[in-house]
């Protein structure tokens, strides 16, 4: 019966080999591992079986060989030696046709593994493979995430020269409405002249009605008539006197109405001048300052060499820390200090080049990975660490003649990380000293 069940697991083997065989390997990096491991176990069972085959065997062959040893005691009658040997023959025959067989199914397990084995190394050589396109997939990705932000960057600062420039814009609509709102109330001052014109031409009316009047009952008496006629005559001329004063200042009203008019469309046409200006001057500085950028790192490149713990990321020379500092610590190290020279030594170089006019800085910005800083550092959270290695990196540029006014120091923890994952090859990278030459 042990025997039996033996035989059918090694040909349910035998059965289920070749279908897994046939599977077509994963490209996934996940698939390919799980198809390794079970041809692994598969491979294991097969010699666990091959284990218990040998071992029945081994009982057999006992069996077998105390059969052998009762024969050869005596013990029995002729006859009944004999039918016991013969039926140990046959026996013994059927042992050795299923011994053939077992042979024949371990021969085909050996071909089996040989198979698997086969497809394992061929397995694990795709595997690397798709390691090795993984990596690079994932470094291109990383260097168009930091293009991006950079991107980000630019578009954020030109946003700020746009408030500015709309802010300017803004103050000067608004003394445009002050203005207007002068000249609307002087307008209000003619129209209020006009109307008091109006009136006292009324009252010139009703006073030569009164004069009229007044000759017409002076008529009876010449000195009473001669009396009224002098104050009527006074009266005319005050009022002659009024209307010609009004006229005088409606002609100045009216003249500063021209005025306003007049300085309200040059302001208007300033503005817009002093916009487009504005605009221009702008553009021609990033363009000029862009040219400078680029011949600093290209001298840089030049100095440094092409390490790819160095490296240009659109505007920015990115440095790893591990070049500069020892882990945890924001003390320069003295292997990096050559790097750092050199920088300074290109950027005196440029900046002898650059107008005054320009307005520039070198920012130094320090980033750090998404590892908490221990509870033995100096530094209460990665923040602290990355601001306080921008300032390391600031002072030795100082000590070494560049003007402080020129240089601006920055931290930003692990908050702007190159690579989003949680790996030592993610930390590494974003582990970094990045310097950025920008307009002031």
């Not at 085959?53 to 060989?65: C, G, K, N, V, Y």
């Not at 040989?114 to 394992?120: A, H, M, R, S, T």
């Not at 504005?278 to 021609?284: G, H, K, M, V």
């Amino acid at each position: 019966m042990r025997l039996a069940k033996i035989i059918v697991f090694f040909c349910a083997l035998v059965f289920m080999a070749p279908a897994a065989a046939q599977d077509e390997p994963a490209a996934d990096y996940d698939a390919i591992q799980a198809t390794i491991d079970r041809m692994q176990r598969r491979i294991e069972q097969m010699g666990r079986a091959a284990t218990e085959r040998d071992e029945m065997l081994q009982f057999l062959e006992e069996q077998i060989e105390r059969a052998a040893g009762r024969i050869s005691g005596g013990e029995e009658t002729q006859e009944a030696l004999r039918q016991r040997a013969l039926s140990l023959d046959l026996e013994l025959e059927s042992l050795a046709r299923e011994r053939e067989s077992l042979t024949e199914t371990v021969d085909e397990r050996a071909a089996l593994i040989g198979n698997l084995e086969e497809q394992i190394a061929r397995l694990t050589d795709m595997l690397a493979g798709e390691r090795r396109r993984i990596q690079a997939l994932e470094g291109d990705l990383g260097a168009r995430e930091a293009a991006l932000g950079e991107v980000q960057a630019e578009r954020a600062a030109l946003e700020t020269t746009l408030d500015e420039r709309e802010a300017a814009l803004a103050e000067a609509a608004a003394q445009r409405r002050t203005t207007a709102i002068e000249l609307a109330q002087e307008r209000a001052a003619k129209r209020a002249l006009e109307t008091r014109m109006a009136a006292l031409e009324a009252e010139q009316v009703r006073a030569l009605e009164d004069r009229e009047a007044t000759v017409t009952e002076l008529a009876t008496t010449l000195d009473e008539r001669e009396t009224a006629l002098g104050v009527a005559n006074e009266r005319i001329a005050l009022l002659s006197a009024q209307l010609g004063e009004l006229s005088r200042q409606l002609g100045i009203v009216e003249t500063l109405l021209d005025t306003s008019e007049s300085q309200i469309q040059e302001q208007q046409t300033t503005i817009a001048a002093l916009g487009q200006r504005l605009q221009q001057a702008l553009i021609d500085q990033v363009e000029e300052l862009s040219q400078y950028r680029s011949e600093f790192f290209g001298r840089l490149r030049q100095i440094l060499g092409d390490r790819p713990e160095i490296r240009i990321v659109g505007d920015r020379f990115v440095f790893q820390s591990e070049l500069l500092f020892a882990s945890g610590s924001a003390r320069l190290d003295p292997a990096g200090l050559d790097q750092l020279r050199a920088i300074a030594d290109s950027l005196r170089e440029v900046a002898d080049k650059i107008p005054a006019e320009i307005e520039w800085i070198l920012r130094v910005d320090g980033h750090t990975d998404r590892v908490p800083v221990g509870a033995t550092s100096p530094f209460a959270s990665n923040w602290e660490l990355s601001t306080r290695r921008a300032i390391s990196v600031v002072e030795y540029l100082i000590s070494q003649g560049i003007p402080p006014s020129r240089l601006a120091a920055t931290g930003f923890g692990e908050y702007h990380p190159l690579d989003p994952r949680d790996d030592e090859i993610a930390y590494r990278r974003n582990r970094r000293i990045e310097f950025k030459l920008t307009s002031g």
